[in-house]
C-alpha cells in the first residue's frame, strides 16, 4: 500500500496548494496523443527523452525491477530498437536525459538509478552516460557510470535534466519540500560525485527536463508541470493531460511543446503546447546559483561558476503553504488510518 500512500498524500496536498499556483495554464484542448507505446515488454515507462540527433525518434526505460534497458522507438510507438547497458545496474531507473556533445556532435544519453523510497537504502546512487548508439538495431552499449550522494543527506528522487550548453547535471528530489540539486562541473567516476541544494522544486516531482536551446527548464509533478527560467523563476504551470500514474517530460525537438508519460501497458505519449508568452528568452544571461546552507562547505568536486543553476529560494514552501501542508497531512492520516483498518 506503500505507492498508494504516497500518491494519496500527494493529491491531497497538490489540490491544497493549487490557488498558489501561477497563472498561464495550458488549454486541455491543445494537448494531442503523440503516440502509445506498442511493445509489451514497456511496461512501466518512467524516462522520456528526444533523440538529439535523429527526427522522429524517442527513448523510453522502465522503472524499477527491471533490467538496464532502453528502448528506441518511432513516432508511432513502435520499437526499432531495444540496448543493454553493459556493466550497469537497474535498481530503480526513474529518469533519463539526451543532450548532444558540442565536442563530437554525437548525441549522450543519460540514465538515472536515483530512486529511494526508503530515503537512504542506497549510501549513494548512479547516473549512467551513453553515447547515443550510431544504428538503430538491437545492441549492447557501454556506459560511464558516476555514483552520487546528497550533501544534506539521502533522500527519493525522480527527475533528471541536463543542461544543453554547460553539461551541468541537475537531480530534483520528489518530497513534499522538494528540491533542485546540482552536480560538480565536472563529474569523476573515481569517487563519489557530491549533489548540492541550488533550488527549490514543487511537491512530489516526477520528472524534469531542459529546453535543447538551455532557455528554460521543466519539472514535472503527477498532476501538471511548472516552466521555470535558468535562475529558478517560475514562467508557468501547464496543465497535463489525465495519466494514470505521470512519470515522465521532456521537451520536444524544437522546445515549443512538452512531451508526457505514462507507466503501465500499451502507455501513451502526449503533446503539450507551452502556453503562449511563457517561453523564456534564450538570450536572457542565468544568474549564478547559491547552494544553499554549502557555501562554507565546499567539496574538491564541486563548481563554484554555476551558471545557469536554478536558483535557491524559488517554488519552494511557504509559511501559509507549510499550515496548509499541515492541514491536508492530518486528513490524509485519516485516509491512511480509515484504508489500514479495512485492510486489516
Given amino acids: 500500500m506503500g505507492d498508494f500512500v504516497t500518491r494519496m498524500l500527494a493529491v491531497v496536498a497538490a489540490v491544497c496548494l493549487w490557488p498558489a499556483a501561477p497563472a498561464f495554464a495550458a488549454d486541455d484542448d491543445g494537448a494531442e496523443r503523440l503516440f502509445t507505446f506498442k511493445d509489451s515488454r514497456i511496461t512501466e515507462s518512467s524516462g522520456l527523452a528526444v533523440s538529439p540527433t535523429r527526427d522522429g525518434v524517442y527513448y523510453t526505460h522502465n522503472d524499477s525491477a527491471a533490467a538496464p534497458t532502453f528502448y528506441a522507438v518511432d513516432g508511432d510507438g513502435r520499437t526499432l530498437a531495444t540496448f543493454q ?12 536525459a539526451a543532450t548532444r556533445d558540442p565536442r563530437t556532435g554525437r548525441g549522450v544519453l543519460w540514465f538515472a538509478d536515483i530512486g529511494d523510497n526508503l530515503d ?26 558516476y555514483r552520487f550522494r546528497y550533501a544534506d543527506g539521502a533522500r527519493n528522487a525522480e527527475g533528471i535534466m541536463v543542461h544543453p550548453k554547460t553539461g551541468r547535471l541537475y537531480v530534483v528530489s520528489k518530497e513534499f519540500a522538494g528540491s533542485v540539486y546540482e552536480a560538480p562541473k565536472t563529474l569523476r567516476t573515481d569517487r563519489v560525485n557530491v549533489l548540492r541544494k541550488v533550488g527549490n522544486a514543487p511537491i ?14 521543466v519539472i514535472r509533478t503527477y498532476f501538471s508541470a511548472t516552466l521555470y527560467r535558468p535562475s529558478g523563476e517560475t514562467l508557468a504551470r501547464v496543465t497535463m493531460p489525465e ?11 524544437d522546445g515549443k511543446a512538452l512531451l508526457t508519460g505514462s507507466e503501465g501497458p500499451d502507455s501513451p505519449v502526449y503533446r503539450v503546447p507551452i ?5 523564456a528568452t534564450p538570450s536572457a544571461t542565468p544568474s549564478p546559483a547559491a547552494a544553499a546552507d554549502e557555501t562554507g562547505a565546499a567539496d574538491e568536486s564541486a563548481d ?25 497531512a492530518v486528513g490524509a492520516i485519516g485516509v491512511i488510518t480509515f484504508l489500514a483498518r479495512r485492510t486489516r
Fill in 304 to 328: 563554484e561558476s554555476a551558471a545557469a543553476a536554478p536558483a535557491a529560494g524559488s517554488g519552494g514552501l511557504t509559511v501559509r503553504n507549510v499550515v496548509i501542508w499541515l492541514a491536508a
Fill in 275 to 279: 502556453p503562449g508568452g511563457a517561453g
Fill in 85 to 96: 547497458v553493459r556493466g550497469a545496474e537497474a535498481r530503480d531507473w526513474e529518469g533519463m
Fill in 120 to 145: 537512504g537504502a542506497w549510501p549513494n546512487v548512479s547516473v549512467y552516460k551513453v553515447t547515443e548508439p550510431r544504428t538503430l538495431r538491437d545492441a549492447t552499449v557501454p556506459a560511464v557510470r
Fill in 204 to 217: 512530489m516531482a516526477t520528472d524534469a527536463a531542459y529546453a535543447p536551446d538551455g532557455s528554460s527548464y
Fill in 243 to 253: 495519466l494514470k500514474q505521470a512519470e515522465s517530460i521532456a521537451y520536444t525537438a
